[in-house]
């Protein structure tokens, strides 16, 4: 059974950083591309950013790019989306999904994880 | 990477077919055969129910069904029943090698 795990959401204050984490299962983890979604409070889905499961090639929404990098370790079976430079608008539920298969153009998510909350205030 | 184009609010009753539409353009629904469909029901996680325009994952309903003309993209169901109630969106592959989802749709059976 596919599993994914997100954790090291919380409270961040304005221009600060947190560390997404997503531990996957259930599937051999570096045949998939990841990606990142999320969904603001009362608003839709917006595409985050995908990993391809080598890990060599990733892409960013232009609404992250510059402040957020997203990295995987295959040995762990898990993805990381680093958040810099944190704003009010990035608070959201921050959704891990797996791809269709692993390059970033397969659909980006087959399976989904529960989210982890990021709030951005001060 | 501007959102595709969903109508904001469609209903049917039970049984009955709907229809919704994603509109996008040149760079992204209208040149990739690239399209999926998520449900999301309050509080839960999002679930692909149309991946590549018109392929059905393994265990969703055969009254859901995708197609794609062009631009625009489609998801109906038919034979609509209460538990399809829920929020719907599309997402679509762009020519910037990035993904983009659409603004949704709330389905109301009525």
């Known amino acids: 059974e596919v599993q994914l795990l997100e954790s090291g959401g919380g409270l961040e204050q304005p221009g600060g950083s947190l560390r997404l984490s997503c531990v996957a299962s259930?599937?051999?983890?570096?045949?998939?591309?990841m990606n990142w979604v999320r969904q603001a409070p009362g608003k839709g889905l917006e595409w985050v950013s995908v990993?391809?499961?080598?890990?060599?090639?990733?892409y960013y929404a232009d609404s992250v790019k510059g402040r957020f990098a997203i990295s995987r370790d295959n040995s762990k079976n898990t993805v990381y989306l680093q958040m810099n430079g944190l704003r009010a608008e990035d608070t959201a539920m921050y959704y891990c999904?797996?791809?269709?298969?692993?390059?970033?153009?397969?659909?980006?998510?087959?399976?989904w994880g529960q989210g982890t909350l990021v709030t951005v205030s001060s | 990477q501007s959102a595709l184009t969903q109508p904001a609010s469609v209903s049917g009753s039970p049984g009955q077919s709907i229809t919704i539409s994603c509109t996008g353009t040149s760079s992204d629904v209208g040149n990739y055969d690239y399209v999926s469909w998520y449900q999301l029901h309050p509080g839960e996680a999002p679930k692909l129910m149309i991946f590549d325009v018109s392929n059905r994952p393994s265990g969703v309903s055969n009254r859901f069904s995708g197609s794609k003309s062009g631009n625009t993209a489609s998801l109906t169901i038919s034979g609509l029943q209460a538990e399809d109630e829920a929020d719907y969106y599309c997402n679509s592959y762009t020519s910037t090698s990035t993904w983009v989802f659409g603004g949704g749709t709330k389905l109301t059976v009525l």
């Open positions: 999904a797996k791809a269709g298969g692993s390059y970033t153009y397969a659909y980006p998510g087959d399976f």
């Open positions: 990993i391809s499961g080598r890990g060599g090639t990733s």
């Open positions: 259930g599937f051999t983890f570096s045949s998939y591309a």
